[in-house]
């Protein structure tokens, strides 16, 4: 059983903290209350279950994913081709349609399993 909080951490996407405020306040993850951490800069990264880099913040994923390079961290970020640079699922446009790219590899360095049942949901990208 997983204890304290399952935090979220948001680098650069002040809408985005608003509604997972949201959500946070209604769901849990298993049994833990979720938490969500506004992040202002790359130094400030906190211990977090998922890490959520804007779109506006893209150019700061090789720093991040320097700092997170020793910690259990699911990397997302916003625009396609990110899962190339090391992100572990990208949100992408496929015409009118919102998907997300996956790379398994990514997520694996980070000693995470990948659900078959996402990577199926996902586009994969080795």
């Known amino acids: 059983m997983q204890k304290g909080d399952f935090a979220i951490g948001v680098l650069g996407s002040p809408g985005l903290v608003n509604e997972l405020s949201i959500i946070a306040s209604r769901q849990k993850v298993g049994v833990q209350p979720i938490v969500i951490k506004i992040i202002s800069s790359v130094t400030e990264i906190p211990p977090c279950h998922i890490l959520y ?3 506006s913040k ?3 994923l090789g720093e991040t994913l320097t700092a997170l390079r020793k910690v259990n961290t699911l990397v997302i970020t916003d625009g396609p081709g990110l899962v190339h640079l090391g992100a572990g699922i990208s949100f992408v446009t496929d ?3 919102m998907n997300f790219e996956i790379n398994k ?3 694996e360095k980070h000693r995470l399993i990948v659900n ?3 990577l199926a949901l996902g586009i994969p990208v080795n």
Do not use: D, P, Q
């Open 95 to 97: 015409g009118a349609k």
């Open 116 to 118: 078959n049942t996402i």
């Open 105 to 107: 590899f990514n997520i």
């Open 53 to 55: 880099l804007a779109g």
């Open 58 to 60: 893209s150019l700061l």
